[in-house]
């Protein structure tokens, strides 16, 4: 896969967590994130994404995800209901469109009363009756840091994926003080995603306890030996700024 694309795609993989010190009870509640990325394959390529997270006026929730730069824009959104700890997926929406890339698409709705997916892309229903747990890749992100804050250790998500079912899998390994660029030493927990043993690909993710698991960091290298990290750099919660 050509670098730059690594790179943006790479940038969806950051979640947006909220900080202890806006917890509303477990909720949620509006906010907004910044993450920087640098890939390495020889030279350094650099990019930023905003997550923001805003209710709407029927009890839904919008979680989005925006990429602008020179080489791409990624424009990525999931509503959702939030009920008993666990994100509904309702509708998924994700474009890629830039210089040097195939633009992408992505359109499903959820419909929970008929127990199926639709495509709105490649006009395609999809049976999700064995799957009663599904979400969306973003409603998947933000149901991880629900679990982390719930204090389990091993998470398993399913995602849909051109018709199929994907399952990933996460377990954290152990306690770290991190450096981070903005932010100095922070108290961290570290999770990986499981793959198999054999794989050459790595995913590391840093969560900062202190901040009610805010994701700081994540490194990824993958089986061409493309090295990427993302880190945070600002976030504004509930009208308030994350300071160091």
Known sequence: MDP??????????AAVLPSAAFAQDLG???MTTTYGAELERGITISGEATRSLEPTDTGRWIYRFDVDSFVADIRESSRFRFEDQT???????????GFFLSNRYKKLDFNWDESVI????????????????????LGAQLQLWVDLRAGRETMEYVIPDEGEFKDYQFEVLREETLDTR???????????RVRDEDSPRTTLMW???EWDHLLVRLEQTNDEGED??????SATLDGERIQP
């Open 4 to 13: 730059i694309r690594r790179l943006v795609l790479t940038l969806a993989a």
């Open 207 to 209: 969560f900062a306890p």
């Open 28 to 30: 949620l509640y509006p």
């Open 182 to 192: 903005e932010f100095g030493k922070v108290e961290t927990v570290v999770v990986e």
């Open 118 to 137: 639709v495509d709105r892309v490649n006009d395609q229903r999809t049976d999700m009756s064995d799957h009663p747990d599904v979400q969306d890749q």
């Open 87 to 97: 994100v509904i997926s309702e509708r998924y929406r994700y474009s890629l469109e």
């Open 228 to 233: 990427f990290e993302i880190y945070l750099k």
